[in-house]
C-alpha cells in the first residue's frame, strides 16, 4: 500500500525557488513511476513532472521545462521536485501521487495514489 505525504510548499518570491518532498510509507515505491501535479485556484489540476520507477527516464510539463527537476530516492522512497525561478503563475497545491506499477504517464488518470498536496505561493 502507497501513502503519500508531501512537505516543502511555502510562499516564495518570483525568482525563487523550492524543494519539494513527497515520501511514502508503504512499502513498494521502489515499483511505481512518481508525478507530480498541480492545481490553482479555479484550473484544473495539470501535469507538472514525473518519474520511472528506477529514475532514468523524466517528463516535464512545456510550462516548468528548464526550471524544474525531479528525482528520487529508493532507498528513502522519497520523490523530490526541484522548482526555480518561480512565477506567480506556479501558484498551486502540488501533488504529488503514484502510478500504477509498470507505467509512466503524463495523465493523472494512470496514477491511483495521491498525496493531500502542498501550497506554493509565489509573490510577485
Known amino acids: 500500500q502507497v501513502q503519500l505525504v508531501e512537505s516543502g510548499g511555502g510562499l516564495v518570491q518570483a525568482g525563487g525557488s523550492l524543494r519539494l518532498s513527497c515520501a511514502d510509507s508503504g512499502r513498494t515505491f521502489s515499483s511505481h513511476a512518481m508525478g507530480w501535479f498541480r492545481q490553482a485556484p479555479g484550473k484544473e489540476r495539470e501535469f507538472v513532472s514525473c518519474?520511472?520507477?528506477?529514475?532514468?527516464?523524466?517528463y516535464y510539463a512545456t510550462s516548468v521545462k528548464g526550471r524544474c527537476t525531479i528525482s528520487r530516492d529508493n532507498a528513502k522512497n522519497t520523490v523530490y521536485l526541484q522548482l526555480n525561478s518561480l512565477k506567480p503563475e506556479d501558484t498551486a497545491v502540488y501533488y504529488c501521487?503514484?502510478?500504477?506499477?509498470?507505467?509512466?504517464?503524463?495523465?493523472?488518470?494512470?496514477?491511483?495514489?495521491w498525496g493531500q498536496g502542498t501550497q506554493v505561493t509565489v509573490s510577485s
Open positions: 501521487a503514484a502510478g500504477r506499477p509498470g507505467t509512466i504517464s503524463r495523465r493523472s488518470e494512470d496514477y491511483d495514489v
Open positions: 518519474v520511472s520507477w528506477n529514475g532514468r527516464t523524466t
